[in-house]
């Protein structure tokens, strides 16, 4: 018996059965054969959408990241958290990791000027964008005003939220130069003291804002 040909007029094959040539012989006419067509076109790009960008891993992942001013090649699992990069890989050892999931702020840094808890952060994740630690803010020995005034203050006890306390303050007084206590408070919301040095604090942030206006 002889074979149906098979159709040639459509660029979508599959095989040696066209999209369209299928659509066709199921009884469809042009017109519904194309709308189908062009259905099935739009399931196939939203599926190609819904796949997302190109996974990288589970082996080691080469990156650069630019840390204060620096920028450091690492060999790092695609799972490696900024945090772990930067204590483990870096020795970077400022930057607190207290609760390790994102409650506590101990571990706060910046990418570009925005505030991050660095352990809820993947390290792959950071692209160009600058990291500033609690090591970046000192300018060689001079400290930043919001060290000076934490020291000052004694604006500490045990000094696990320091470093993240400092970031999140330093950060109040490039975005605001006048902050009032309210605005302190505000900024340091986010910050867990477990030894109750609030009142210090925002009394060395204040004044570091004094200082600063200079
Ligand atoms: S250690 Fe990152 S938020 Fe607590
Ligand atoms: S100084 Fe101890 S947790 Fe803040």
Redesign the pocket.
């Known amino acids: 018996m002889a074979e149906d040909p098979v159709p040639t007029d459509s660029p979508v094959t599959s095989g040696n059965v066209s999209r369209r040539g299928f659509l066709k012989g199921a009884g469809l006419g042009a017109a519904g054969a194309a709308i189908l067509e062009t259905g099935l076109n739009a399931v196939t790009e939203a599926s190609t959408a819904l796949a997302g960008p190109a996974a990288v891993g589970p082996g080691r992942v080469a990156v650069t990241l630019n840390v204060n001013g620096s920028a450091r090649k690492l060999d790092i699992e695609p799972r490696t958290t900024l945090a772990e990069a930067l204590r483990d890989d870096l020795g970077l050892t400022g930057t607190k990791v207290v609760c390790d999931r994102g409650s506590c702020s101990a571990c706060t840094v910046l990418l570009d000027k925005t505030l991050v808890v660095s352990c809820m952060t993947l390290a792959i994740d950071v692209g160009d964008r600058a990291v500033t630690t609690i090591e970046g803010l000192a300018k060689g020995d001079v400290l930043h005003p919001v060290q000076e005034a934490f020291i000052e203050h004694d604006a500490?006890?045990?000094?696990?939220?320091?470093p993240g306390?400092v970031m999140s303050c330093a950060a109040l007084l490039d975005r605001n130069p006048s902050p009032s206590l309210d605005d302190v408070r505000d900024a340091v919301s986010g910050n867990l003291?477990?030894?109750g040095?609030y009142p210090k604090v925002f009394d060395a942030t204040l004044a570091a804002a004094r200082v600063s206006r200079r």
């Open positions: 500490m006890q045990c000094g696990y939220c320091t306390m003291c477990r030894c040095t």
